[in-house]
Nanobody, 122 residues
Framework: VQLVESGGGLVETGGSLKLSCKAS????????MAWFRQAPGQARERIAT???????TYSASVKGRFTIPEDNAKHILYLQMDNLKPEDTAMYYC?????????????????WGEGTQVTVSS
């Protein structure tokens, strides 16, 4: 499955952005989709996941500020980001695995998008 992210940009501290991850095709009955981010010089960080068990998780760094809306459009995964901080500045990626509902930290995601840049000014 091919993934394409969009919605990134430049925003001031405290602002909001809504990222989208469009999947080329998604007829799988079992999957995990996740949002990651990576700042320059830092490791890629998993920040949110959604799986076919109905589970949604968030990392401690974004919990309470970022959400995966329940009304995701068909074949599109969103990430609503509110109260953005300068430390949220990073390239944001979505990823998917379709062989399991389990969402690992980083490994075993077989599809990745190219990413969308989010920059938060102080």
């Amino acid at each position: 499955v091919q993934l394409v992210e969009s919605g990134g940009g430049l925003v001031e501290t405290g602002g909001s952005l809504k990222l989208s991850c469009k999947a080329s095709e998604f007829t799988y009955s079992t999957y995990c989709m996740a949002w990651f981010r990576q700042a320059p010089g830092q490791a890629r960080e998993r920040i949110a996941t959604l799986n076919t068990r109905g589970g949604i998780t968030y990392s401690a760094s974004v919990k309470g500020r970022f959400t995966i809306p329940e009304d995701n459009a068909k074949h599109i995964l969103y990430l609503q980001m509110d109260n953005l901080k300068p430390e949220d500045t990073a390239m944001y990626y979505c990823a998917a695995r379709t062989d399991s509902w389990y969402c690992p930290e980083l490994e075993r995601y077989y599809s990745w998008g190219e990413g969308t840049q989010v920059t938060v000014s102080s």
